[in-house]
């Protein structure tokens, strides 16, 4: 079904006019969150300016510790919804080295984010979650939020508004830090995966991501902060890339977002709390967006049933702690030739090292 058509078919349901839980966007952290809090007994609203299916700029690869933190609220993703990958693959040149996931982690999934905002709909709506799409929300209020021109009341506002959030501003809920820009872009190719891995293919400035999200297609990011590069020059920048995706047909057409990551200082305010990319966001080098934005949906369902966000606030600072760490590592590979060389040097020399990283990566050696 065409995404307007699910939209206003979802839309038929009335929405009430008052509710426990409010939550600002129903991308993947939004619906994560509205899930979970749905799960500990609140009513909860998802309110979303786009209609369904949404289909954001992401290189689509979600790492093992975002499927457990899926499971952890009752969405099983399986081979089923994509390409299992079983680990991480690094190339620069002629140099290559690879890690895979620890055995208890088992697989990361390639998933086309328009199928992962499918299944997350659909368990939302079997769990009883109100669902309203192409509708703004405009302010908040004293009693709750204004959406199409109408207040809900309710007793928590869940801002998961995403990269450029508005609800973020409105709480007065500003950023301490933050890195460089990074412009992504992402197109998909038909073509059989050549590898189980997701391979990460390294250049000063840029990377390009190739993640098998099916039988027969793969999606290809390619992330810089050179203002000039775009994905036509793929060929130039990443010729052996080019070499395996020469012949494959693009089965969309490229996009662009920004990546960057971003720390606040605190993510709550009042009846007031942020998730996912509003929450702060990390670069796209880590692939930890999402797994973030999921472990973050079950805490602060946790705290919300017990009535205390600072506990939220508490955790959610541990929890950002891994993957911010993550990407100032892998980014400072990104502008330095020799620093970067020298490390794959490494790696595909002490496997073990590169294993032991990536365990530390996915939470598998500090849960947090
Ligand atoms: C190039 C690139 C590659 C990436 N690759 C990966 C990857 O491989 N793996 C990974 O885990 N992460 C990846 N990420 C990060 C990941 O995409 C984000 O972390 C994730 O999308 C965050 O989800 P979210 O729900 O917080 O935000 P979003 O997905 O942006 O959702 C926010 C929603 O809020 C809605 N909204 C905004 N304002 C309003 C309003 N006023 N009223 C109603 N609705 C509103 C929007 O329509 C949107 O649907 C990548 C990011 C980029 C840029």
Redesign the pocket.
């Known amino acids: 079904m065409p995404g307007n058509d699910l939209g206003a078919l979802l839309n038929l349901r009335p929405v009430p006019s008052e509710t426990d839980v409010f939550v ?9 969150a509205a899930l979970a809090a749905r799960r500990s007994g609140f009513d909860v609203i998802v ?4 209609p369904p299916l ?1 289909n ?8 093992p510790d ?1 499927i457990a933190a899926l499971r952890g609220i009752g969405v099983e993703l399986g081979p089923e919804h994509g390409a299992p990958f079983r680990g991480i693959r690094f190339l620069d040149n002629e140099l290559e080295a690879e890690a895979s996931f620890p055995k208890n982690q088992k697989f990361g999934l390639g998933v086309r ?1 328009t199928l992962l905002h499918r299944v997350l709909m659909e368990r939302a709506e079997d769990g009883g979650v109100v669902m309203r799409w192409q ?4 302010s908040l209020d004293p009693s709750g939020v204004k ?1 199409d021109g109408r207040t809900v009341r309710c007793r928590w506002i869940i801002g ?8 973020r501003r409105w709480s007065g809920l500003l950023p301490v830090w933050s890195s460089a820009r990074r412009i ?3 197109q998909h190719f038909r073509v059989r995966p050549w590898t189980d891995f ?1 391979e990460v293919y390294w250049h000063n400035y840029c990377q390009a ?1 190739v ?1 098998p999200v099916g039988e027969n297609e793969v999606c290809v ?1 390619m ?1 810089t902060s050179a203002r000039e590069v775009r994905l036509s020059d793929l060929p130039t920048v990443f010729p052996r890339l080019a070499k395996r995706l020469c012949g494959a047909e693009p089965t969309d057409s490229p996009r ?4 960057m990551s971003v720390k606040l200082p605190t993510v709550t305010r009042g009846r007031v709390a942020l ?5 702060g ?2 670069d ?1 080098i ?8 999921f472990r973050q949906a079950r805490f602060l369902a946790t705290s919300l049933y017990a009535e205390d966000l600072r506990k939220y606030d508490a955790v959610h600072r541990q929890i950002g702690q891994r993957p911010r760490l993550m990407a100032r590592l892998l980014l400072l590979m990104d502008g330095n030739t020799d620093l970067r060389r020298g490390a794959l040097r490494t790696l595909a020399a002490c496997p073990r090292i590169f294993g032991s990283l990536l365990a530390f990566h996915v939470g598998a050696l500090w849960p947090h």
Request: charged share 20%; with cysteine; hydrophobic share 45%.
């Open positions: 600002i966007g129903g991308g993947p952290a939004g619906l994560a309110a979303d300016r786009a949404i954001k700029v992401c290189a689509e690869g979600l790492m975002g984010r509708s703004r929300v405009e959406v998961a508004d995403g990269f450029h959030p508005r609800v992504g872009f992402r997701v991501y993640t990011a992330i662009g977002a920004i990546t998730v996912g990319d509003a929450s966001s990390v796209a880590t692939g930890e967006g999402l797994a973030l934005a």
